[in-house]
């Protein structure tokens, strides 16, 4: 006894409820993986907060005083220029 397999027989359910619920099916998936992509970039952020914190390197604030003597006698303020001054051209 062999029986034939007919796929269009086994796929009309599928494909009635694929036809049903395919813009339910849409959201569902999207959500997914807009949530999966939250939970990624959450766990991204603590783990990059948590390696912020703990470094035990101390920045030293001290600088130089001959090289701010030097800068307060070469600036000139914009005034006497005439004009407004780029901080950021050397």
Known sequence: MKQNLNFAELLTPLLRFMR???TLLFFLLVSGGLFAAIL???SI???SSTV???SSQA???QFDESTIQLLKR???PPAQI???SNPFVE
């Open 59 to 61: 920045i030293s604030g």
């Open 45 to 47: 952020i603590q783990m």
């Open 20 to 22: 049903r619920f395919h």
């Open 82 to 84: 005439g004009e407004r």
């Open 40 to 42: 990624t970039l959450t």
């Open 74 to 76: 070469s600036s000139v």
């Open 52 to 54: 912020a914190s703990s």
